[in-house]
């Protein structure tokens, strides 16, 4: 079964344009793991633009291990103001699940995911030390990549497809060929003993049409697309339609 993980950050977007506590993340929270999510996701920055580290650290005690708690971001983006640094956080809260994303502040949003074989070498000894810190570790990697026993040397657990591409691809209308490359480095790291992730830019639209190609996908972080259909619907419902697209519930 795919695990479905709410990103929130859209909830915390939506909180900071006002600087005040609305609406609420850690109620926010709550309704998603009700409703049926088995994680939460969440994706500070350096610039907490959105998710800040104060929220990271509530929201670890709100979860209480009720469910997967996945954090994303850039190891190597250096501490600054009230941002520990992305290691320095997860020594803290001790999360079930990282993502490392190689985005930058320029970035509005994850476009690309790490050139595995020119990062190996900074890569490995930080993915070592957040598996000590109890955490499995996924890399964010781009569909078409097949390259995955480097992944597996760099000592990661999971892979994470950007699925940005495949999202457009379907929105135009002619999805095959970016199909065929997310189920490519499915399938690779498959091989190569990893776990598969996927995430960006799914939607109640177009992640049936993953989940049928690549029906071992262990977990998809969904927060955008959700959000914003959450904002016709329901948040608590939007959830279980999620659920019923991947087979639970």
Do not use: W
């Not at 992305?86 to 020594?91: E, H, K, T, Y």
């Not at 569909?143 to 495949?166: K, L």
């Amino acid at each position: 079964m795919t695990v479905l993980s709410v990103n929130l950050n859209k909830i915390a977007v939506l909180r900071n344009s006002r600087g005040e506590d609305e609406p609420d993340i850690g109620r926010a929270c709550d309704c998603v793991i009700e409703a049926g999510a088995g994680g939460v996701t969440v994706h500070p920055r350096p610039d907490q633009r959105h998710i800040r580290p104060g929220d990271v650290r509530a929201l670890s005690a709100r979860i209480a291990r009720r469910v997967e708690f996945n954090i994303e971001g850039n190891a190597f983006a250096p501490a600054r103001g009230g941002y520990p640094g992305l290691v320095a956080l997860v020594r803290e809260v001790r999360p079930e699940q990282v993502t490392l994303v190689p985005d930058s502040d320029a970035q509005i949003t994850s476009d690309h995911g790490f050139d595995l074989a020119a990062a190996a070498a900074s890569l490995r000894p930080i993915v070592a030390e957040l598996r000590e810190l109890g955490a499995r570790v996924s890399l964010f990697v781009d569909a078409g990549d097949t390259r995955m026993d480097q992944a597996a040397a760099i000592g990661a657990d999971r892979v994470e497809i950007y699925t940005g591409p495949f999202a457009k691809a379907f929105a135009a209308g002619d999805v095959s060929a970016e199909l065929a490359r997310c189920v490519a480095t499915a399938r690779a790291a498959q091989a190569a003993g990893l776990g598969v992730n996927a995430g960006h830019d799914l939607s109640q639209a177009n992640l049936g049409c993953l989940v049928e190609a690549i029906p071992f996908l262990a977990e998809v972080s969904i927060g955008h697309a959700l959000i914003g259909e959450a904002l016709y619907d329901g948040l608590a419902a939007t959830v279980r339609n999620y659920r019923r697209i991947l087979g639970d519930g």
